[in-house]
Nanobody
Framework: EVQLVESGGGWVQAGKSLTLSCAFSGLGRYDYAIGWFREAPGKERDIVSCTMSSGDTTYLKESVKGRFTISFDAAKKTSTLQMNSLKSEDTAKYYC???????????????WGKGTLVNVSS
């Protein structure tokens, strides 16, 4: 059984930083991709970042480039989303997700975490 558990959300002022973590289990026998999505109030869930277990490719949404960094540790089975210079428009519920097989943009997610809230006050 695959499980994804996010942590690290909270309230923060604009310009500050937060680190989200995803601890996962049940993956690793075959290639997979780990991604972070977010769902802002009244908007659809959207990809923020995706990285493949092979380490070949990492995708970052254009609006977070230079501010967010995704890291991935296959041995520790964790993914981290470091978010710097946060803006009010980054306010959303952030989800960790996994895809069986290689996926550059984490299309067709197979597994979801329950999400963690990030609130950025201006």
């Amino acid at each position: 059984e695959v499980q994804l558990v996010e942590s690290g959300g909270g309230w923060v002022q604009a310009g500050k930083s937060l680190t989200l973590s995803c601890a996962f289990s049940g993956l690793g026998r075959y290639d997979y991709a780990i991604g972070w999505f977010r769902e802002a109030p009244g908007k659809e869930r959207d990809i923020v970042s995706c990285t493949m277990s092979s380490g070949d490719t990492t995708y970052l949404k254009e609006s977070v480039k230079g501010r967010f960094t995704i890291s991935f540790d296959a041995a520790k089975k964790t993914s981290t989303l470091q978010m710097n210079s946060l803006k009010s428009e980054d306010t959303a519920k952030y989800y960790c997700a996994a895809v069986d097989g290689d996926s550059v943009y984490c299309v067709d997610v197979d597994y979801w975490g329950k999400g963690t809230l990030v609130n950025v006050s201006s």
